[in-house]
């Protein structure tokens, strides 16, 4: 597989796919369409300093370097850096296995961060699926160095699958 990032995030709805053009693809399909750069990246990526790096069917990868803009009061990365990474991930993870006509969202996750990820320090947050069925999916994700693959964090996440059409 090779790994090709997102150009360009959205700056306003209408850089994003539409209700219609959602449903019109699987989540798979979706997904690779952000990887290649077909369609734009979620606004929250360029925010929070992560961008999409990796889709395969049941798992998906942000690559991203926390700055000072997501520090604490204390200058290390604030735990709800952790949170959305995580939650992207594994929530996008679950979005592969997400069939034509059905959305979902995250209906609950949690996070056990290990230790402080360094300011400027790369880092890959993988998603992988345990299980999707038709009304819900649940994933397990992490937070890794990309130099050191140290663990920073863990979490993981329900999600619901509704189908529209």
């Not at 360029?46 to 700055?67: A, K, N, T």
């Not at 929530?91 to 979902?104: E, F």
């Not at 050191?148 to 999600?159: H, I, K, M, Q, V």
Request: aromatic share 6%; proline share 4%; glycine share 12%.
């Amino acid at each position: 597989m090779s790994v090709v990032h997102a150009p360009w995030f959205a700056k306003t709805p209408a850089d994003l796919l539409t209700g219609e053009e959602l449903l019109a693809v699987s989540g798979l399909e979706a997904m690779q369409k952000v990887l290649r750069g077909e369609v734009a990246g979620a606004p929250i990526g360029q925010l929070m300093g992560f961008i999409l790096s990796e889709v395969e069917d049941g798992r998906v990868s942000f690559d991203g370097v926390p700055d000072f803009q997501v520090a604490n009061p204390m200058g290390t990365v604030h735990g709800g850096w952790y949170g959305t990474v995580l939650d992207s991930c594994m929530a996008c993870a679950v979005m592969t296995k997400v069939p034509q006509g059905s959305v979902y969202t995250t209906m609950e996750y949690k996070i056990n961060i290990i230790r402080a990820i360094p300011l400027g320090t790369k880092v890959r947050a993988t998603g992988v699926v345990q299980h999707a069925g038709r009304s819900s999916g649940v994933a397990n994700g992490e937070i890794r160095g990309v130099e050191d693959d140290r663990l920073y964090a863990t979490g993981s996440t329900t999600c619901i699958i509704l189908k529209m059409k």
